[in-house]
């Protein structure tokens, strides 16, 4: 079973390393997005500085879920999935695998070129290390939240756009926690609290997401 | 366990159960707006606007309670497939999202006069604007598939996920002190309501109950008769003056 | 009577609240009420054309299969 998962992990990687197109778009959405916002709110330091954190962690959570279609979807075009899921390792584990692949390639290199887009936003400098850490801590629980959303709209009709329905709302949390790590050790204020949660939400997506996700799967080869 | 998987014992029990549930509303509601807007006092603090509450509060608490339904007959579709469950699920669905509008919109009306703004983005008017998007998530998901019944499973799975917000919604003004008044209904030691407007509370709450178990009843009528007629058409059946979509909201696959 | 309709200052909030509700439960309670006549009468249509020599009672038959495949 561990191998298996391992495989999966590893052809995930290989797939899109060798492509490159999809891990460069997600990252290139990432930094034109947040090069409008500058042209959008004004140029002042001061109104970017209140901002900033707000514009990274959304602008994560929207290249993110952009790329949640190569998640499932290629696969079960070309019916790799259905043999994936004929195999007898669980499919929550397939599932693990490939979430934890997805996030390798999206929510890793997002959260290093976060601290860059940050200053660019000018977010001040003692925010930049619970941005950093928040992301590296909830961008795994957007993976696997992601995952499920991901595998329900297997088969349906305009199935990215309703992905992006789905998955939003379940992301508020980390939003919410993430966005006010940053804002609190700007402000001076302890911001540990906040750090415990995101792990305390990642940590919880690891059993129960895949679980979701895999019974979501299987469901669309009924 | 499968009583109700016979549609004749299903129509028997709505039949019966309906007219009571329409009775009961229209009691109900005429003694609530009785108690509420004419026989119960102002509030000390917020003066007339606490009438707003027995809109409110009942909505708030169908919008909760309706999402609960709803994932209990999405668990009951992935544990025993029963038939009528999904029906109840689809059904309820539409309703619950109206509550939850109305519960959102009464908020705003009631926190404009009493905080001075319409909206405040605090912990508990966030978790039931996610509720509300739940609600269209399931809905639309429950209706993105051509086969029939394939939308079964995904929409169920959904409702539970969305589970974990129900708990945020109950405890999210314990948690977080915000503008959003304290719990003062359900709580260990009793409710901190003057009586003369828990009385119109408790009867629009019923009210509500009341039509929504009569909606639902209609509604999953409604459904049975869809869920066969889409039945039929994915099997190439027409009905004879041709109506192939439109009223079932969903194209035939084949 | 028209202190009534002022609510203490406040009917701008009161009323409209009120009216919005009623005016959800209107409509919620007609479109269920239609939809189920329009659905059910199409079913029975369905049943009529499959098996011309029946009447009635197309609630209570199952011709379409369950309802969940």
Redesign the interface.
Known sequence: MIRAMRAVFMRDLRLVFRQGADLALALAFFLIAASLFPLGVGPSPETLAIVASGVVWVLSLLSVMLSLDRLFQSDYDDGALELMAMTATPMALLVLAKASAHWVTTGLPLTLLAPVIAMMLNLPADGLLALVLGLLLGTPAMSLIGAIGAALVLGARRASLLTALLVLPLYIPVLIFGVSAVDAAVAGLPWRPYMLILAAISMASIPLAPWAAGAAVRSAFQ | MHRFAN??RF?RISNAILPVAAAGFAVLTVLGLYYG??ASP?DYQQ???V??MY??VP?AYMAVMIYAVIAGASAS??IW????A??TARAAA??GL??T??CL??GS??G??MWGTWWVWDARL?SVL?LF??Y??YM??AN???????????AA??A???VVNLP?IKFSVDWWNTLHQPAALIRLDGPTIAPEMLTPLFLMMGSFTC?FI??LG??M????????????MSRG?T???G?PNG??GREPAA | MSAFFEMGGHAVYIWPCYALAAAVMVYLLVGSVSAMRRNEAMAKALDVSRRPRSEGGANTRIAGGSADA
């Open positions: 549609p004749t129509f807007l004419i102002a003066g007339d606007t009438r707003i809109i409110h909505a579709v992935l497939k029963h038939p009528l999904e029906i539409p309703v109206a509550f509008f109305l919109a009464t009306l009631w404009k006069p966030t996610i998007f739940l269209i998530g639309t998901l993105a598939f051509d086969e029939p019944g394939r939308a079964s499973k995904p799975i959904l539970l996920v969305g945020i039509f009569l909606v209609l509604r009528r409604s459904e049975y008769a869809a869920a066969r007629l889409r039945n039929a059946v009905t004879p003056d109506v009223p079932v």
